[in-house]
């Protein structure tokens, strides 16, 4: 299958300046990526510009990913919309370490966009910032109701360190 991503150099090297615009939503699988992050069934976007340099090509734009998972604190299901925003440079002989290379005259972004969204992906979401997690002793949701359970805990440790601090020399 033709890669949706090879985009033609050799007329944009020969005049700098000129632009092009890739705009593509394609299947995770098309990219190699096999994720269960991604919302199966779900298209990955693609939207940037490529503009040419006298030796290379600066690529700038979005990607955009449907992810879903569990928030690490609470467990409830959290899913959204992942907006990463690519400044990249493609240059016919690589001198920028973070720079993708020019094949035959053709840049791919396929790998550029597989490792974006790969580093992207969160690992361990928050259904939101302040998440007030589950309790560790009875598992009640504390985003939802309050438990009796965290108050002893807390007193138990407090009491612990009153007596460390008896043992301590005035
Ligand atoms: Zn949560
Ligand atoms: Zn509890």
């Known amino acids: 299958m033709r890669n ?13 300046g000129t632009a092009k615009e890739v ?3 394609i299947l995770p699988s098309v ?4 994720d269960q992050r991604l919302v199966p069934g779900t298209e990955i976007t693609v939207e940037v510009q490529c503009e040419s340099l006298s030796d290379g090509i600066v690529v700038n734009g979005h990607i955009e990913a449907e992810f879903h998972g569990e928030c690490r604190r609470c467990l409830q299901p959290v899913g959204s919309v992942l907006h990463i925003e690519v400044h990249e440079l493609y240059q016919l002989v690589v001198t920028d370490p973070d720079a993708f290379a020019i094949h035959n005259d053709q840049i791919d972004l396929a790998p550029m966009v597989r490792e974006t969204v790969l580093i992207e ?14 309790c560790p002793t009875c598992g009640v949701d504390f985003n939802v109701e309050n438990c009796g359970c965290a108050a002893p805990i807390i007193d ?3 009491a612990a360190l009153d007596a460390l601090r008896d043992q301590l020399p005035e």
């Open 4 to 16: 949706p991503l090879l985009v033609n150099a050799l007329e944009m090297l020969r005049r700098p």
């Open 23 to 25: 705009e593509i939503s």
């Open 31 to 34: 990219l190699d990526i096999d």
């Open 121 to 134: 992906l969160p690992d361990a979401p928050l259904c939101r910032i302040d998440c007030a997690g589950l």
């Open 156 to 158: 138990s440790r407090w």
